[in-house]
């Protein structure tokens, strides 16, 4: 039986690239059989964050998020980090096997530094935290995008690490990234990919007259409608494939690629793309108007998942304490 876990950091409102590379998936494998642990993570998000109201609301607006999009809690445990205390218990451990070399061949990290962020220790080390997340429920699959592959090659480098040492106490996961290629790099409104660092964002539950604005910022060119273009060349089209059918997507990329009279403008196309998120996002947006009205509901399903999650995370915690020598 499988048992599958994922985190993701409270950043503020989740944008369409953080829907397709990583939530939908988390949503979509909670219909397989086995056990499934996705939860919010609040103590890496303090690496950056030194705004203590603000990421309280984070962590509140990332798990409506889940919710409204259709995570079951039946199903799956959804909680915060930082309800599970001993993932930093657990995180000792494996710090205390893992030589600084692996943590300084980090590209997340080396990145960050490239783009002038000064790092604090927590920073470095964070992907020893991120392992211990993992390792703390024997977790078997980790779901992530592309980004976070590294970090989950260096949780099993660090459980082989443990293991060597202490004898066969954590579980090696294995990696599942979006199959659809597509999904992994959801453009922004700029064509980069869509991020929070560089301001191209589409939030999930946009709608009406804001949406209409953000998905006019859209980039495009001044060549008129009537001029024969290349479709391939339009990061348009990827934004449209993420709502539209193939059969309606192809059939824009056909007028555009004629030309002439009849052939769609920007503006257009842009029309098609925000009808067709407003309408894929559409149950979503009212399932989180009701939950933004009733937080109790919130906070009770992940008091739940804590709950849940602590007993597996301490049976584990004791299995690593005991096996290094701690009484
Ligand atoms: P972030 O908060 O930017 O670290 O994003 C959280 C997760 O969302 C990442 O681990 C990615 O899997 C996913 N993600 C973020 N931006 C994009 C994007 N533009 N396209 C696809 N997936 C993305
Ligand atoms: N580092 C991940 C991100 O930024 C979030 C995360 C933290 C995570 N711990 C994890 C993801 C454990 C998967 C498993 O997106």
Redesign the pocket.
Known sequence: METYLSG??P?GLL?I??Y???IRQHIQLQQEDGEHFYFIADYHALTSNREPEKLREFVFETAVTYLALGFEPEKACLFRQSDVPEVTEIAWLLASVTGMGLLERAHSFKDKVAQGVKPNVGLFTYPILMAADILAYDSTCVP?????IQHVEMTQDMAGYFNQAYGEVFVRPEIRTPKAEK????P?LDGQ????SYGNTIWIFEEGKALKKVINRVVTDSRPPEEPKDPEELFLFDLMALFCDEAEVNDWKDKVRAGGEGAPGYGHLKGVIRHGMEEYFASARERRKELMADRGEVERVLAAGAEKARARATEVRDRAAKASGLS
Request: hydrophobic fraction near 30%.
């Open positions: 993701i950091q950043s944008h690239g953080n397709f590379g990583a992530v995008g592309k980004d976070q999904m992994q790099k959801v922004g990919k869509m991020s929070k």
